[in-house]
């Protein structure tokens, strides 16, 4: 009787175990603000506790950006003159998956704007930038309003391939027709 509690235990622990493993692939929904993607992730603050806020999702800029009002939450903003730099969380969460942002050392932050601020005319306060992107296989589903992000090798992509360049400005540019 002893072996079957003991078997039935080592099952139940082993299933719990699976059940905690954090996603590897998550799909959350997209907000289009100025035709840029936009979604909500979860920031780890510093005292344990998390937040909540836009983030841009950024595949044209190699930069970490937020708001003065989230680089506070992270310790101090420096200024000089028009340009100011904060120390970036170290991670996101994005539907329950934590995105490292280890590549960031140091993140832009604008000055002379509004606190809570980060693009004006737009509701980011943060942005996901292209480094953080291309370390994950990436879905943009613009006509289901969906990002998906995940491990590499863990993303299905449907569609077809098509050939891709990159242009002068590092631009991506796709042949395609409007018809």
């Not at 039935?8 to 996603?23: D, E, H, K, R, W």
């Not at 979860?42 to 708001?67: H, I």
Request: charged share 15%; aromatic share 6%; net charge neutral.
């Amino acid at each position: 009787m002893k072996v079957v509690r003991i078997v039935i235990a080592v099952v139940v622990f082993a299933l719990s175990a699976f059940a905690q493993a954090p996603p590897n692939t998550v799909t959350v929904p997209i907000t289009l603000d100025h035709n840029r993607i936009v979604i909500d992730v979860y920031l780890p603050l510093p005292d344990g506790t998390r937040k909540r806020v836009r983030a841009w999702v950024d595949t044209g800029n190699p930069d970490m950006m937020m708001s003065q009002r989230i680089a506070s939450l992270f310790g101090s903003v420096s200024c000089d003159g028009q340009v100011c730099k904060a120390t970036p969380p170290r991670d996101v969460e994005i539907g329950g998956m934590k995105i490292s942002l280890s590549d960031a050392h140091s993140a832009h932050v604008p000055a002379g704007v509004p606190n809570d601020v980060m693009v004006p005319g737009m509701s980011p306060e943060i942005n996901l930038p292209a480094p953080v992107l291309r370390a994950h296989d990436v879905v943009f589903d613009y006509p289901n309003r969906q990002f998906t992000i995940g491990e590499p090798g863990t993303v299905p992509f449907k569609g077809k391939p098509s050939k891709a360049q990159i242009s002068s400005l590092g631009l991506i540019e796709i042949a395609s027709q409007i018809g």
